[in-house]
Structure formats: structure tokens, C-alpha cells
């Protein structure tokens, strides 16, 4: 009895202090050059990325149980969903950013497998390069490459790589494909993070990125239950981060989850930062009403 | 006259009727006999006068544009999408034998061309698109030596009979080197999603049929013509498939038999134009209404 009078009491605190924090969105803090955002907060440029790579340092090993347990298993259908519009043929040349603990990477080897299988005497190789910016993320990815047999054969090539999206270590025009799935929104510059993605694609290679967005007008997560917030913003803030304290005993990485997606910019906003990139064909498309969106262009 | 015609016509006798009646009470309440009639006309000239400088005014506004900076961006950038879209179809066309109206024959015209493999995701829909683009480029074919054949103004054909059948068998001709694979496309477009897009291409082949063969007509026989051709064209077309006899002579044979069957058709329907008029009347706005739902009914020309 006193503990989960203790347990409410530190729920009860938290949720205050998420309410609390998400006003400091409505003062609008000015982004000037040297400022940026982390989830609600207003930080310096180079600290973010420290304060990313911890967040998934802490987070690493239970990611994809609070994937799994956050959307419901949803987010595998989204992956899916992404693959499919994807479509890998053989001889694609594959950098999947952020992608550390290969959910994106496995699908495409599995894509791929068939293939080589369908057609034995196509011998064109094709490979996959999974980069992230944080090595305990393709740490856990590896070992689960090497539990699932997911590893470099014959057709395909398989690389780790460690490394900031910003600053790609790979030379201009070596890709066909470049995805990112849920990492964009983490990054410093989103900017800079398009021009090295233009710069080593090949000129009809594709650009792919998968990320949460805004959910899109009159629809049922707009409904405003209670507390005149709809339920998705309601779920975001009252549910995931308690959820993530239970599950992996941890609130701020997923406060600053459900944060960081707010200050992600709208469908038609980030369609015109990847066209401002360079990319042609842009072109995006929403996945249950808006939660997330694909987004995919072209380098011509 | 048709029906709608003399409704319109009625109901603008109606709405002068009430102007008149509106200007009478008017100078009911002036009661001045001699400065009536004057006051009449003059009201109704200066009526006539605002609305038309109203309606000079409209048309002057140039149409606003919220996204006008947008549109800008886009069709430059279609453009420049377009042309690669086309490189690589016509690229592809080269393995439609080999792989079929497929998205595998799209990758390898998109890897002939100079293209990774991936760029195959600029055609979501695959295969029909490469189906399209290939009936497309053919109508287009057709209209060139249509041309040719008639000269622009197209005003005068010795027999648009012959012209018929032959712009048909040319047409049909262009089917050939992809006989083996075309009854896959005759599936695909008839598939549901495919039919609104299918269903206009077909329509502009047959529209230009006519239009090349002297057709100039405004009433119900624009219909007729072009369903009746749309459908010799269509049997014509599933009769080749089927077709072993050299150089489709059994087709030819075929396709004349249909357009003299259209023809004696056509000869039973002027005859007996007085006791077809409801029944046309029916039709016309049957299909008026099938080309709105299918977003059809731009003006062409």
C-alpha cells in the first residue's frame, strides 16, 4: 500500500513536471545559430549531440522492447510498410542511417535473400552499410546480425560503421539508397544531415526516410477526450514516459521522445527542406493518419 | 431544340418578366406618366451597362494563386522528373518481352538508361504506368501520320470509311512487336484502379480517329462515332490476339466486316431519327454524366 501510494505520488510529480515543461514550447524560444532544441529545452549546438548519444546510450538495450511495447507492435508494420515502398532490387547499394540496431538493414538483407534465391544466376552484388552515431546501438545490432544469421555472404555485403550523419566518411556518388529511419529528428542540423545524404548518392538514387510526424486533421487521435488535449497528445505525455520508467527504468529519454516529435517539422515543411536539398520527385506519405511519414526523393 | 435548351430559354422570359414588373411598381410609386417609359429604359440600360462593366472587371482579376510559388516549383521540377520518367520508360520498353508489363522490366530499363535500380520507385504503380506510357506514345504516333495522311485541317477525306480502317489497322499494327505480352496489359488495364486512366487514353485514340477522318459533328452522332469506334476498335483488338494467320489477314478481314456492320448500323439510325430522339436524349446524358464521374470532360480542342 505505502509504495504504490509512493509510486502515484512520484507519478503524480512527473506529470507535473511534463505539463510544466510543455509550456516552454509556447514561449517560442528564438533559435538563434548557436542554439538548438532538445525535446522542449533550448540547448546549445554542440551540446546536443552528447546529449542524444546518452540518451540512447541508456536506452540501447531495452529499444526495441519499448518500440514494441510504445506503438503496440505497430512500428514493425511501419517498417514494413517502408520496405515495401522501398522495394530493394539487387546490385542496391544501401547506407542505412541511424539505423543501429538494424531493424531497417534486416528487412532489406531479407528482401534481398529472396531475390537471390528467385534469381541464383543474377550475380550482382548488392550491399548494406548500417551507420550510427552511437556504437552501443550497433553493438546491440551485431549481436543480434549474429544471433539471426544476418551477415555479409556471397550477394550481399554487410558493414558497421560508427559515425555523425552530418559528416559521412564515405566518398560522393556511392550509394543507390539512403534511409533513415527515426534518426533524423535527433540530429543537430537536419540541413546538413540532407546535403551529405545528396552528396554520396548517385545521381537516380533514392533517399528514404521513415520518422514520426504530425498527426493530420479530423481524424480520431484528434479527439479531445479529456483536458481539451487530444488522446494522441494525451497518450504521448501521460503514457510513454511512465511506461518507460516501468519498463526500462528510465523517464527523460522518453519525455524527450515524445518532445523531440513535436518540434520535428510538418509533412509539407520537411518535404520542401529535402527538396531545398537538391532532391526531385519528393514526394511523402502518411502512416496511421500522420503518426509517422515517409519520405522519399530523388537525386537526378 | 432540346429540352434544357427551352427550359433555359423560358426561365430567362421569366426573370425579364419580373424586372419589368419590378421597374412598373417603380414608377407606380413616381406616377409620373411621361417620365415612365424614360425611367424604364434608362434603369434597364444602366443595369445592362453595370453588369457588363461587372463581368469586364472579372475577367480582368487575374486568378489568385495561394500556392502560386509552389505550383512554379513544381512544374519545373515535373518537367525535369518527366524527362528521366520518359528516359527510362522508353528504355524499358526494350524488356517488356522478356519480363513482361512489369516493375522488373522498369528496373532494367532504369539500369540501361544509367539509372540505379531504385529509381524504379518514381513509378508507384508499376507496370501500368510503362502500359500507358507505351499506348500513350502510340496515340501520338498515330495523330503524326494521321496527319500526314490528311493534312492539318483534315476538312475533306475521300472515303472515312477507308480512312477509318486504316488508321485502325496502323494502330493495331503497333501492338505487334508486343503481341506475346499484350494480353497481360489488356488485364492490367482493365483492372479497377486502371480503368478511369485506360478508359481516357482510349478515348483520345478514338477521338482522333474521328476528328482526322472529317468528323465535325456537335450533336448525339459525336457519341455514337466515337463509342462505336471504341468498340471496333476493342474487338478488333482482342480478335488479333487470337489471330495466327500471316500478317493478320483474318484481323483485316475482320475489322472491315465491323466497320460496314457500324456503318449499315449508322444508316438504320438517321432513318429513323424522329422515334430515336428519347432514346438518345437518355443516352447523351448517361454518357455526359459516365465522363464527369471520369473527370473526362475538359475541352480538347
Known amino acids: ?300 | 431544340m432540346t429540352a434544357s435548351s427551352l427550359n433555359a430559354s423560358k426561365s430567362q422570359n421569366r426573370k425579364l418578366q419580373n424586372v419589368n414588373k419590378s421597374h412598373k411598381i417603380c414608377s407606380r410609386l413616381l406616377s409620373v406618366p411621361s417620365l415612365v417609359l424614360y425611367a424604364e429604359q434608362k434603369n434597364l440600360d444602366d443595369f445592362r451597362a453595370r453588369e457588363e462593366q461587372k463581368e469586364a472587371e472579372f475577367n480582368k482579376q487575374p486568378i489568385e494563386n495561394e500556392n502560386e510559388k509552389e505550383n512554379e516549383e513544381k512544374t519545373e521540377d515535373d518537367e525535369e522528373v518527366m524527362e528521366i520518367k520518359n528516359k527510362i520508360l522508353e528504355a524499358s520498353l526494350a524488356f517488356v518481352t522478356a519480363n513482361g508489363w512489369t516493375r522488373q522490366a522498369i528496373v532494367k530499363g532504369a539500369e540501361q538508361a544509367g539509372y540505379p535500380g531504385t529509381v524504379h520507385g518514381m513509378f508507384p504503380s508499376g507496370g501500368i504506368e510503362l502500359i500507358n506510357f507505351y499506348y500513350l506514345k502510340c496515340n501520338k504516333d498515330l495523330v503524326v501520320q494521321m496527319r500526314e495522311k490528311v493534312g492539318e485541317k483534315s476538312e475533306k477525306v475521300g472515303d472515312p470509311k477507308e480512312f477509318v480502317c486504316w488508321a485502325l489497322k496502323e494502330r493495331l499494327l503497333m501492338l505487334d512487336p508486343y503481341i506475346k505480352t499484350w494480353p497481360q496489359a489488356l488485364a492490367m488495364m482493365s483492372l479497377p484502379p486502371n480503368v478511369p486512366t485506360s478508359l481516357a487514353n482510349m478515348l483520345t485514340l478514338v477521338d482522333d480517329i474521328c476528328y482526322y477522318s472529317g468528323d465535325r459533328s456537335i450533336d448525339f452522332n459525336w457519341y455514337a462515332r466515337r463509342i462505336g469506334l471504341a468498340t471496333i476498335y476493342k474487338a478488333t483488338e482482342l480478335y488479333m490476339l487470337q489471330d495466327s494467320s500471316p500478317q493478320y489477314e483474318s484481323t483485316w478481314k475482320f475489322l472491315q466486316r465491323r466497320i460496314a456492320d457500324a456503318s449499315l448500323v449508322h444508316d438504320v439510325l438517321i432513318q429513323s431519327e424522329g422515334a430515336t430522339q428519347h432514346l438518345t436524349q437518355a443516352v447523351t446524358s448517361a454518357f455526359t454524366t459516365a465522363r464527369n464521374i471520369l473527370g473526362l470532360n475538359f475541352e480538347r480542342r
Open chain 1, 1 to 300: 500500500m505505502i509504495r504504490r501510494a509512493f509510486f502515484t505520488s512520484f507519478l503524480n510529480r512527473q506529470i507535473t513536471r511534463t505539463i510544466f515543461s510543455s509550456k516552454i514550447i509556447n514561449n517560442n524560444v528564438e533559435e538563434t545559430e548557436n542554439l538548438t532544441h532538445f525535446g522542449f529545452e533550448t540547448v546549445k549546438a554542440s551540446e546536443k549531440a552528447d546529449k542524444v548519444h546518452k540518451v540512447f546510450e541508456n536506452v540501447a538495450e531495452s529499444y526495441d522492447l519499448m518500440n514494441d511495447a510504445m506503438s503496440a507492435g505497430i512500428h514493425r508494420v511501419w517498417k514494413d510498410v517502408f520496405l515495401e515502398r522501398f522495394y530493394p532490387t539487387q546490385g542496391t547499394k544501401l547506407l542505412d542511417v541511424a539505423g543501429g540496431t538494424g531493424d531497417i538493414a534486416f528487412r532489406y538483407i531479407n528482401y534481398i535473400k529472396k531475390l537471390v534465391k528467385a534469381n541464383p544466376d543474377n550475380n550482382v552484388q548488392s550491399s548494406v552499410t548500417i551507420y550510427d552515431i552511437n556504437q552501443h546501438m550497433l553493438n546491440v545490432g551485431m549481436k543480434r546480425a549474429e544471433r539471426l544469421g544476418f551477415q555479409s555472404n556471397e550477394a550481399l555485403d554487410v558493414d558497421w560503421v560508427c559515425g555523425d550523419a552530418e559528416k559521412l566518411p564515405f566518398d560522393d556518388n556511392q550509394f543507390t539508397a539512403y534511409t533513415i529511419a527515426f534518426g533524423i529528428r535527433n540530429v543537430t542540423n537536419i540541413d546538413n544531415v540532407l546535403r551529405e545524404a545528396y552528396r554520396v548518392l548517385q545521381p537516380g538514387g533514392r533517399f528514404m526516410c521513415l520518422e514520426f510526424s504530425h498527426i493530420e486533421d479530423s481524424n480520431l487521435l484528434q479527439w479531445q477526450a479529456f483536458h481539451h488535449k487530444n488522446i494522441y497528445d494525451q497518450y504521448s505525455f501521460q503514457v510513454i514516459p511512465p511506461m518507460g520508467q516501468i519498463l526500462a527504468s528510465q523517464w527523460e529519454p522518453y519525455q524527450y521522445l515524445v518532445e523531440s516529435i513535436r518540434r520535428f517539422p510538418k509533412q509539407q515543411d520537411f518535404k520542401k527542406m529535402i527538396r531545398a536539398a537538391g532532391f526531385r520527385a519528393v514526394d511523402y506519405e502518411n502512416l496511421t493518419f500522420g503518426v509517422c511519414a515517409i519520405h522519399s526523393g530523388y537525386k537526378v
